[in-house]
């Protein structure tokens, strides 16, 4: 009898033993797996990756007085890059203002952001330079006639023309890769988001 209940108190020993190992891995790896799971909705891009980002070729730009500048001497933060054809008109204005907003918003990482508005007539950039006086931070410049292809066909995306290039928001990251797209009607809350999960996961720029 002795023997039978000795037996049965090692059985349910080790058991307990058995049942407290599968609840410490449970315990253990159930974070790994929910994780691999769940996809919070939050932490989605608001704009469209270019995967792999797309490394940027120096491009010759026309700066206000008749100076010349390299693409690659502009780059260097994290920068917000619109193509407009001739002056910065209604729309053109409302997306500086709404950049701005989204760079004052990053708080002590502001300095690591700015806008760079690229217009395609060089007659009209001398009527870009009051623009600097609502944004300092602010950048604008014109490519020539003959360099334009050579600057636009670098942000082409799945096969986008000259007047799809002139309706994205383009995110180029301070080694001068491509990195994200977002249409003009996009909310600057959505550009604010992103751009603060990229500040925060990287120390460039």
């Given at each position: 009898m002795?023997?039978?209940?000795?037996?049965?108190?090692?059985?349910?020993?080790?058991?307990?033993?058995?049942?407290?190992?599968?609840?410490?891995?449970?315990?253990?790896?159930?974070?790994?797996?929910?994780?691999?799971?769940?996809?919070?909705?939050?932490?989605?891009?608001?704009?469209?990756?270019?995967?792999?980002?797309?490394p940027l070729v120096s491009v010759p730009l026309l700066a206000p007085e008749s100076n010349r500048m390299e693409l690659q001497s502009v780059l260097g933060r994290w920068t917000y890059v619109l193509f407009i054809e001739g002056?910065?008109?209604?729309?053109?204005?409302?997306?500086?203002?709404?950049i701005e907003r989204v760079r004052l918003s990053q708080g002590k990482n502001e300095k690591r952001i700015?806008?760079?508005?690229?217009?395609?007539?060089?007659n009209a950039l001398d009527s870009l330079a009051a623009l600097r006086k609502e944004a300092p931070d602010l950048i604008t410049l014109a490519i020539a006639p003959q360099e334009s292809q050579a600057l636009l066909s670098q942000f082409q995306t799945n096969g986008s023309g000259p007047r799809e290039i002139?309706?994205?928001?383009?995110?180029?990251?301070?080694?001068?890769?491509?990195?994200?797209?977002?249409?003009?009607?996009?909310?600057?809350?959505?550009l604010r988001k992103d751009i603060g999960r990229l500040l925060r996961a990287s120390r460039i720029g």
């Open positions: 002795t023997d039978s209940n000795n037996q049965s108190e090692g059985a349910a020993a080790q058991n307990r033993k058995r049942w407290t190992l599968i609840a410490l891995l449970v315990l253990f790896i159930s974070p790994v797996v929910a994780g691999w799971l769940w996809t919070p909705t939050s932490f989605r891009n608001r704009g469209a990756l270019i995967e792999p980002p797309r002056q910065c008109e209604s729309s053109c204005l409302q997306w500086a203002s709404g700015q806008l760079l508005i690229v217009t395609l007539d060089p002139l309706e994205l928001i383009y995110l180029v990251d301070p080694i001068g890769n491509l990195m994200m797209t977002y249409p003009r009607q996009s909310d600057p809350s959505d």
